[in-house]
């Protein structure tokens, strides 16, 4: 017989939680799912762990409350797997310092309430580590700090219909099989994702991109490092965009079937798009039509935001086209300045080169536009180029690669190391003079 409340009569837990309950210092063993209901509040306390028997989860009902401080394990008990923590309140949830292993999923969130877990390790999940569901709230924050999330049977972070903020501070995402992060908004690109200074390395097997993001409202992507056997990063759709000082990285040894890191997106009023000082390194592909990074922006009439991809760094990469920048719609202040190193390969049949422009005259035909200041610090093997242009000539649109550096101090080798007006009269030209006898910005020019 089950006595009221939580705890039962053979000394196990599970049940009602409707008033002010603790746990702490002691193993507790749940042979039923806790139940969290409006005006009950659970904390669990340091030094307490809890196992539960398959199927049983923590689910927090609307105005209940659930604070965890540890240490604390919630585990299943032998060979089980558990449910999980189910958030489905609008009061704001605390879960720190704590080890979830073994659930199915560990924490589904379902209603409007903040959710904050920090210092804690979510690991060996059948499913999903995090599933966000829809929600209406836009004003919701979900942050996760110094959190390790590994071994998801499926995908680590899955946020669906989300219109709140979700952040992710100094976290690791190892071994995922599916989406290290998914996340998707249909309702007006309301979504905000912080992503700072984190480590994702996932399966060497898995075929899923690592971060995926569509129809989102402002990302700022910071100071992370990736390790990717496939894609690492795919993005469609967004609004205010920015993802500098990033590392993006293959694995050794494996052939990739997408992009290193693609994105898709549209520059409208005052938004803008910033790709500065990232690091894109140590990937291959067999085919000629996969670029190692591909841009797509598109531009209405009404933009006024600025394009910005400078200082970012390229090398031991093997791909169609290393860097391929489409552009569309109209002019916007547009300022590229890369770094191309060592052992960069282009294999593309159409733009076989580092860095392949498609559109400039449309987008850039009276906008401040520049390629000046860019370092091409490798050799080109044959019928491969530096710098390659692909669209209708344009005379208003003559493309501004001074002050940069080609690999070579003479004109004559200069000019084959770039596929422009020179070689077909449907392509604009490129003006490299002056340009830099030396990898060094500040050098001697000619």
């Not at 028997?53 to 032998?78: F, H, K, W, Y």
């Not at 290193?260 to 067999?286: D, E, H, K, M, P």
């Not at 093997?381 to 070579?408: C, F, M, R």
């Amino acid at each position: 017989m089950q006595l009221p409340g939580l705890f039962r009569s053979d000394g196990s837990i599970g049940g009602i939680v409707n008033e002010t309950t603790v746990l702490s210092n002691t193993e507790y063993i749940a042979n039923a799912s806790i139940y969290i209901l409006g005006g009950g509040s659970l904390t669990i306390g340091p030094n307490a762990t809890i196992k539960f028997a398959v199927g049983c989860s923590v689910i927090v009902r609307d105005g209940g409350m659930l604070n965890v401080d540890g240490p604390v394990a919630l585990e299943p008990q032998t060979g089980l797997v558990w449910g999980g923590i189910i958030l489905d309140t609008s009061n704001q949830t605390s879960i720190n310092d704590t080890l979830i292993t073994g659930a199915s999923v560990g924490m589904q969130i379902k209603s409007s309430g903040d959710v904050l877990i920090s210092h804690s390790i979510v690991k060996d999940t059948t499913s999903r580590a995090l599933y966000v569901e829809s929600s209406s709230a836009s004003d919701q924050v979900v942050t996760l700090s110094d959190v390790h999330i590994d071994s998801p049977g499926s995908d680590a972070i899955y946020a669906s219909s989300f219109q709140g903020s979700l952040a992710l501070f100094n976290s690791t995402i190892t071994n995922a099989s599916g989406y290290g992060i998914y996340s998707y908004s249909y309702y007006n690109q309301q979504s905000q994702i912080l992503l700072q200074n984190n480590v994702f390395s996932m399966l060497e097997y898995s075929y899923y991109t690592t971060i995926y993001l569509l129809y989102f409202g402002n990302l700022t992507m910071i100071g992370n490092e990736m390790i990717c056997p496939r894609q690492c990063l795919n993005l469609r759709y967004g609004y205010e965009t920015v993802v500098d000082d990033n590392t993006f990285g293959g694995m050794r040894g494996i052939s990739s079937s997408s992009e290193l890191v693609y994105i898709s997106t549209s520059i409208s009023g005052a938004n803008s798009f910033s790709l500065q000082r990232n690091t894109f390194r140590n990937w291959q592909t067999s085919s000629s039509y996969i670029d190692a990074l591909y841009v797509d922006v598109g531009q209405s009439s009404s933009g006024t935001g600025n394009l910005t991809l400078k200082d970012n760094r390229f090398y031991n990469i093997s791909a169609g086209t290393i860097f391929d920048l489409n552009l569309g719609g109209s002019a916007s202040p547009v300022n590229i300045a890369n770094l191309f190193e060592s052992n960069l390969e282009a294999t593309s049949s159409s733009c076989p080169s580092a860095l392949c422009i498609t559109n400039w005259p449309s987008y850039c035909g009276t906008g401040p536009c520049t390629l000046a200041g860019n370092i091409f610090n490798f050799s080109a093997p044959e019928g491969q180029y530096h710098l390659a242009v692909k669209e209708s000539a344009n005379s208003l649109a003559a493309i501004d690669a001074t002050l940069s550096y080609w690999g070579v101090s003479d004109e004559a080798n200069l000019t084959d190391a770039i596929y422009d007006g020179r070689d077909g009269i449907e392509l604009t030209t490129v003006i490299y003079l002056p340009y830099l006898l030396t990898d060094d910005p500040e050098g001697e020019k000619r």
